[in-house]
């Protein structure tokens, strides 16, 4: 009987043994996941912190975005209210006046610059021959008579 407890002792501590064995490599594991867990932890935060720098780098390009937007619209307003004068100008700008320049030689015809020359006429005139002239739309014709 002593022997039989024997064995029984030795089959227990045999037991003991390779569940002492299984816990440890189970508790090598539980370290290992562990590792495992700070370093998914440690990559999580880095991730959330690369992410606040991108959200914070996201908003300070949209800033610039939005001066830059409204800095074109001013200058392109500028560049409509400055083309609006400049056109307002152009409008109001009197228009140079051309003078008729006679034939030389042709006593009426200077006669006739003369007296045009005198006016600020918008009308055109035109020579077509001695003493015949276009006056806009209207064929006029002209001559001196007691030097006048």
């Known amino acids: 009987v002593d022997m ?3 064995v029984e002792i030795q089959n227990v501590l045999t037991d003991i043994h390779k569940q002492e064995k299984e816990i440890a490599l189970r508790d090598d594991k539980i370290d290992d996941l562990n590792q495992e867990l700070e370093d998914a932890q440690a990559e999580l935060d ?3 912190n690369d992410f606040a720098d991108k959200e914070d780098k996201i908003a300070e390009l949209e800033d610039q975005l ?3 937007e409204e800095e074109r619209a001013r200058l ?3 560049e409509e209210e400055r083309r609006r004068l400049e056109e307002e100008e152009r409008r109001n700008r009197p228009k140079p006046r051309s003078k008729y320049n006679p ?3 042709d006593k009426i015809d200077e ?3 003369v007296y045009i020359n005198n006016f600020e006429l918008d009308v055109p005139l035109q020579r077509i021959a001695e003493g015949q ?3 806009g739309t209207r064929k006029i014709i002209a ?3 007691n030097d006048k």
């Open 76 to 78: 392109a307003a500028e």
């Open 111 to 113: 006669r006739m610059s």
């Open 66 to 68: 939005n001066n830059l």
């Open 46 to 48: 880095e991730f959330h």
């Open 143 to 145: 001559k001196i008579m």
């Open 103 to 105: 034939l030389k030689g």
């Open 133 to 135: 002239y276009m006056f």
């Open 4 to 6: 039989d407890v024997q």
